[in-house]
């Protein structure tokens, strides 16, 4: 065991989007900001964060200090949380979305993106949106992640973006090979491709926002007792095999596939850094049943870092004072850590 | 008065003869029942000289009555005479894998005639068991065969997680095209029928979904939620099983450690094995449901370990834990029960 000096903070602050104001973002936020010198082992104190969003809203939850330059925001956080405007066309209600307001919702992460872009902050953390509200307010992608993926093209024209989700919790890191499609779907549009693209963004990101020199990855059997040299289903041997061994000529410390039922213990878990599964719930249910309220959700292989809470809206107990803030609070901290981690990585 | 439990050794060439010698010196295990070796005499003593145990063996016919005033310190042993006793540890005996075969008939023998409650198993091994002249995969078919049952399901348990399958071990694809409405509604009731007849006065029962989000009222998916899962759950539910669903998967086995249910039916392998292998490896125990005649077999959740067998190094918590469930779910006097209508 090393002896460990307190980090220093990522070299500019964070930025938090505003999200649904409607949803629990704001409670959690306000929550997250009033627990801002309480450190966690190995974390220090949160990192300082500036959030994009609608003054009289905010203010209605703590007390705020409005930025002209977000470069002030580290000096204020302790006094304030530090604001950017970006004002709402009308006053929120709790737990009813408005999509008039869906073109702050929109201009909020825009802007995080571009003040990323530009170097004014670190990272981006993203508070929930709902996809209904703003698809009413002529908001076209699929969802938070396709949308960054689209801005990271506008800001960096020549950094590849394929948005690779990974979630994460002191004690697992996991990423889905395929996420929210039919389990059907998801085992028949499994390919050796899509597993390679997404083990070689994982790693490729692991080394340089987790500090990770060589990065140990475990990949899932698809099936029962890893297909059981074929006797339960054959995608086993003949997709997932192969990549592992092109993975590992490449230089990866890739494994697999191995039975996913013994995967996810303590002791299997100090084996590998992240475990890729094949299909969504092969590793949601191992996180969440691990850690249900401290998980992160981190978007790899954009050009930015972005995390967010693992969690949605919630309208149904939005301002009930209800909503744990324990995911931002992880989230917050993560993004920190990778934003300092490739600060002095340099990569 | 608690129950008599029997304990088949398995292959005694592996480690089955070990972990009992050890469960029998367990305070644990005396507290929770009356244990019952079905097994060879001369194997237990062999592994109770390994393993320091203090008891003494009295060998019995399998119809000789059994006395409630039991000595903890008379360990009480079954034994159909086919003297295994001095086969080599970690090697593939015919002669064991046929006895051990014999240890599970016999055990079913006993507790159709009510002798057992239920029956823990240690572990067999496939190879000496087919070159024993047995072919059967492994124990859940041979209790099918030996009850004549054709419609059971895997339910595993840990202290604070009990899941039960639609399906086990068959590849995804097929385990979807096997999951149909009467399949859900036969799991849910064997759910139910387990654990009211061990004295659970209405189990909560909630089944999750086959997709993501549980599908997500069709946004991920084929409807299979809908098509496969909502009648059997609806049918139970007409029937006055208390049952809910379908539920995400990455949410309803928290919800059922937190104590919100009883029971989870899970809809393939990996769903219901990952998260109670991911609390308990070692705490994980396999249990057959549904057999004919309402017979619970539960068993370790490890393999021969010939490798080991013979050491004294290996760990019995298993045993002790599939021991605790045998107890737990061995139907209890005045428990049996009828849902609001019969099926």
Do not use: W
């Given at each position: 065991m090393t002896i460990s000096r307190p980090p220093a903070p990522p070299p500019t602050p964070l930025v938090v989007t505003m999200g649904?104001?409607?949803?629990?973002g704001g409670e959690i936020l306000a929550k997250v900001w009033r627990r801002r010198e309480e450190g966690r082992p190995g974390d220090g104190p949160i990192p300082p964060f500036f959030v994009v969003g609608d003054p009289d809203w905010l203010s209605s939850l703590c007390p705020i200090h409005l930025l002209d330059?977000?470069?002030?925001a580290p000096s204020v956080f302790s006094r304030a949380l530090p604001v950017l405007p970006e004002r709402l066309a009308n006053p929120v209600r709790l737990g009813q979305g408005d999509p008039e307001n869906g073109a702050a919702i929109i201009r909020s992460i825009e802007r995080a993106v571009a003040l990323t872009a530009a170097g004014v902050a670190s990272g981006v953390v993203t508070l929930p949106i709902n996809k209904h509200v703003l698809q009413s307010a002529?908001?076209?992608?699929?969802?938070h992640t396709e949308f960054l993926g689209e801005l990271a093209a506008r800001h960096w024209a020549d950094a590849p973006h394929e948005p690779v989700m990974m979630l994460a919790c002191p004690r697992l890191r996991v990423v889905p090979v395929?996420?929210?499609?039919?389990l059907r779907r998801a085992v028949e549009t499994l390919s050796i491709d899509r597993i390679l693209t997404v083990a070689r963004i994982t790693e490729a990101a692991l080394r340089r926002d987790?500090?990770?020199a060589a990065p140990r990855l475990a990949l899932a059997g698809l099936?029962?007792?890893?297909g059981e040299e074929g006797r339960m289903g054959s995608e086993d041997a003949t997709l997932i095999a192969p990549a592992v061994a092109t993975l590992r000529d490449e230089g990866i410390d890739a494994r697999g596939?191995?039975?996913?039922?013994?995967?996810?213990?303590a002791e299997a878990r100090e084996r590998y850094d992240v475990a890729l599964g094949?299909?969504?719930?092969?590793v949601l249910i191992p996180i969440k049943t691990l850690d249900f309220h401290g998980g992160v959700n981190v978007t790899l292989g954009l050009p930015f870092i972005r995390t967010s809470p693992d969690?949605?809206?919630a309208f149904d107990i939005?301002?009930?004072?209800?909503?744990?803030?324990d995911s931002l609070l992880a989230s917050l901290h993560l993004a920190g850590s990778m934003a300092r981690t490739r600060a002095e990585s340099g990569i | 008065m608690k129950p008599f439990i029997g304990i088949t050794m398995g292959d005694?060439?592996?480690v089955g003869p070990e972990i009992i010698a050890k469960s029998l010196m367990d305070g644990a295990v005396h507290a929770l029942c009356h244990p019952v070796v079905i097994g060879d005499t001369g194997a237990l003593e062999r592994a109770r000289d390994l393993v320091g145990a203090p008891f003494t063996v009295r060998t019995l016919a399998s119809d000789a009555p059994l006395d409630?005033?039991?000595?903890?310190r008379v360990a009480l042993c079954v034994d159909p005479?086919?003297?295994?006793?001095?086969l080599p540890y970690g090697e593939v005996r015919p002669e064991a894998g046929h006895a051990a075969y014999e240890f599970i008939r016999i055990a079913v023998d006993m507790a159709q005639s009510g002798q057992i409650s239920a029956i823990a198993t240690a572990p067999l091994n496939k190879e000496a068991l087919h070159a024993g002249g047995h072919l059967f995969p492994g124990h859940t078919e041979i209790l099918a065969d030996l009850t004549g049952t054709t419609d059971y399901s895997m339910m595993l348990a840990t202290p604070k997680l009990k899941v039960i399958h639609?399906?086990?071990?068959?590849g995804m694809l097929e385990a979807v095209r096997r999951i149909t409405p009467e399949r859900t509604h036969r799991v849910i009731r064997l759910a139910w029928e387990v654990l009211t007849r061990s004295g659970m006065a209405s189990p909560r029962i909630a089944v999750c979904g086959?997709?993501?989000?549980?599908?997500e009222h069709g946004l991920f998916g084929e409807g299979e939620e809908e098509l496969k899962l909502a009648p059997g759950i609806a049918k139970a539910k007409a029937e006055g099983i208390d049952v809910s669903g379908p539920w995400p998967g990455d949410t309803v086995f928290f919800r059922a450690m937190r104590g919100d249910f009883d029971v989870v039916v899970a809809c393939y392998h990996d769903q219901g094995h990952i998260p109670v292998k991911l609390m308990s490896i070692d705490e994980g125990v396999n249990i057959t449901v549904g057999l004919n005649g309402g017979l619970i077999r539960t068993s370790v959740d490890?393999?021969?370990?010939f490798d080991i067998a013979?050491?004294?190094?290996?760990?019995?918590e298993s045993l002790i834990a599939a021991i605790r469930f045998a107890t737990e779910l061995a139907p209890k006097e005045g428990a049996t029960k009828r849902p609001r209508t019969s099926p």
């Open positions: 649904d104001p409607a949803g629990v330059d977000p470069t002030q002529g908001f076209a992608h699929p969802g395929t996420v929210h499609m039919a987790f500090g990770l099936n029962p007792h890893a596939p191995l039975p996913a039922d013994t995967l996810f213990h094949m299909y969504h719930d092969q969690h949605g809206t939005a301002g009930r004072g209800m909503a744990r803030e | 005694v060439c592996g409630d005033a039991a000595d903890p005479g086919l003297s295994v006793g001095a639609l399906t086990t071990h068959v086959i997709n993501p989000h549980a599908g490890h393999g021969t370990a013979g050491k004294n190094i290996v760990r019995h």
